[in-house]
């Protein structure tokens, strides 16, 4: 993964993740516009780990179940309530990471 590609994935995941919110319903702008900070926040340093330091599945896992955590808390900020914090982290991030991981079987495929 390269600099294009880390881009495209930050990009990537703040448009499927604010999409996600959009879905659920969310209306408050200070929310959905959280969701690109925290997303520029936790997005970088793991995909800066997984490149340099360990791509394993088990880091990729730990790493998304931080991110789950860290989000989650960055919401509970914002929407002052423990499960929609945590539905919003868990939904919005499993949905950008299983589009995420299309998008690298795809490509895969295509060379």
């Known amino acids: ?17 604010y999409g996600m919110l959009l879905l659920l319903g969310e209306k408050r702008r200070k929310v959905l516009l959280s969701s690109i900070v ?12 997984m ?3 360990d791509g394993g599945w088990t880091t990729f896992v730990v790493g998304e179940s ?4 860290v989000e989650a808390l960055w919401y509970f900020a914002f929407v002052r309530n423990v ?12 949905t950008s990471c299983l589009f995420g991981l299309l998008v ?8």
């Open 38 to 49: 925290i997303n520029v926040l936790t997005n970088i340093p793991l995909n800066l780990y």
């Open 51 to 53: 490149l340099h330091v």
């Open 66 to 69: 931080l991110v789950v955590l």
């Open 83 to 94: 499960f929609q914090a945590l539905v919003y982290s868990v939904l919005c991030n499993a």
């Open 1 to 17: 993964m390269n600099l294009g590609w880390m881009s495209f994935a930050l990009f990537f995941t703040i448009l499927v993740e």
């Open 104 to 111: 690298q079987l795809m490509g895969e495929c295509w060379h």
